[in-house]
């Protein structure tokens, strides 16, 4: 079992930033890969960012690309999604997942086995 419990969401004007930590425990964090995905109200749950095993591989929608960076320290068994030039359009609960290593990078919410309680972000515009 990994518990993930996220932190950092918040109310932001457009054009701001938040910093999002999503903070694991139990198996060891380092054997998963991991995601950040998001859902807004009355839409489904889509993908935002993925990052490999080391943090050497990362993958983005491309409706967050260049404005968002998804990172980890392995050592604070913590990811992060760095949110950059924030719009309303982000507004959602976002959710981080950890999912096995041959799922990497993968945009389907079926590959991640583990996931947080979920973070609101609401950005103002």
């Known amino acids: 079992q990994v518990q993930l419990v996220e932190s950092g969401g918040g109310l932001v004007q457009a054009g701001g930033s938040l910093r999002l930590s999503c903070a694991a425990s139990?198996?060891?964090?380092?054997?998963?890969?991991m995601g950040w995905f998001r859902q807004a109200p009355g839409k489904e749950r889509e993908f935002v960012a993925a990052?490999?095993?080391?943090?050497?591989?990362?993958y983005y929608a491309d409706s967050v690309k260049g404005r968002f960076t998804i990172s980890r320290d392995n050592a604070k068994n913590t990811v992060y999604l760095q949110m950059n030039s924030l719009k309303p359009e982000d507004t959602a609960v976002y959710y981080c997942?950890?999912?096995?290593?041959?799922?990497?990078?993968?945009?389907?919410?079926?590959?991640?086995?583990?996931w947080g309680q979920g973070t609101q972000v609401t950005v103002s515009s």
């Open positions: 997942a950890a999912a096995p290593t041959y799922y990497t990078g993968s945009t389907y919410m079926s590959s991640y086995d583990y």
């Open positions: 139990g198996r060891t964090f380092s054997h998963y890969a």
């Open positions: 990052i490999n095993l080391s943090g050497g591989s990362t």
